[in-house]
């Protein structure tokens, strides 16, 4: 069993704003997940803390550096906050919907194959097809069966998509096999994609089938810790559209330069306060009260 300080972090914001598939709340209040083949239960603990217990794979108590990581902890998420809040009054009112989230860096390969999976789908299908390819060709993790690791790209690139046919979700098996061939070739290399200038990282994954501008920001926001990527969909046009005016041609340049380079953690406020003002409907209140 591990505690960790939680720094403000809250699970449920977390794992329920949209940036990860593997997280389920269980009966007791508490999250059963599986990161980079290290099945645990995360849940809050007295004194602002969350206490992490393993059920497959390595103790998280022997890991203590690698959980920080995984949920941002070694982050000083309140001055990062407190300066968002301080540079523009609407980005202050989309931290309010949700200020315990924070953006985890998640691994690589998993986030790429799940953001192309995303595509067009719903989080609850979404779910379910990481689940099958995960129990379908990923590692198993416990004598039970009951947790697998996602699978590697040198597992899936020997494939077809007929291989992947259980899977059912229709042609993005195509784009998982070319994202496993290329990765497994060591064409989409971790610490080229994080040196490389943002633009050149997001043209080398878009270089991959099916990936397009958002997924490639995806990928390099939530599987390579870039948080100068905003990825855009709908959803963040419409709240960049009711949150910032008319002059700002480029948010995502206007964010970076206001937070620091922390466009992409700025949009994951933007995106919760998107979801809780119904930017789908034809009227919204702009949390600056503009």
Not at 165 to 192: K, V
Not at 211 to 219: F, L, Y
Not at 253 to 258: E, F, H, I, P, S
Request: proline residues 4%; glycine residues 12%; charged residues 20%.
């Amino acid at each position: 069993m591990l505690l960790l300080d939680a720094k403000g972090l809250d699970l449920a914001q977390t794992f329920g704003c949209g940036q990860c598939f593997r997280w389920r709340q269980d009966a007791g209040g508490g999250w059963v997940g599986v990161v980079a083949g290290r099945a645990v239960r995360a849940e809050a603990a007295g004194g602002g803390c969350i206490r992490l217990t393993g059920l497959a794979g390595p103790a998280p108590e022997t890991e203590a550096g690698f959980w920080a990581r995984y949920f941002a902890l070694d982050l000083d998420y309140p001055a990062l906050l407190a300066r968002m809040r301080a540079a523009h009054r609407g980005l202050a009112g989309c931290i309010d919907c949700a200020p315990g989230i924070r953006v985890l860096r998640q691994p690589f390969f998993e986030t790429l194959v799940t953001f192309l999976i995303s595509q067009n789908n719903n989080i609850p299908r979404i779910a379910a097809i990481v689940d099958r390819l995960c129990r379908g060709l990923g590692a198993q993790l416990d004598a039970a069966g009951l947790y697998y690791a996602f699978p590697t790209a040198e597992a899936l690139a020997p494939l077809e998509e007929a291989d992947l046919a259980f899977l059912r979700a229709g042609w993005r098996g195509g784009y998982i096999l070319d994202a496993a061939r290329r990765t497994a070739a060591g064409q989409l290399e971790e610490a080229a994609l994080r040196a490389l200038p943002l633009a050149q990282a997001r043209a080398r994954l878009m270089e991959v089938r099916g990936v397009g501008p958002k997924v490639a920001d995806c990928t390099l926001l939530y599987g390579l810790g870039r948080w100068d990527a905003y990825p855009v969909d709908v959803w963040m046009k419409r709240a960049g559209q009711a949150l910032l005016t008319a002059r700002v041609k480029d948010p995502a340049a206007y964010l970076n330069r206001k937070t620091g380079g922390c466009a992409g953690i700025a949009q994951q406020y933007m995106f919760a306060w998107a979801r809780s003002a119904g930017l789908t409907e034809k009227t919204h209140k702009n949390p600056a009260g503009d």
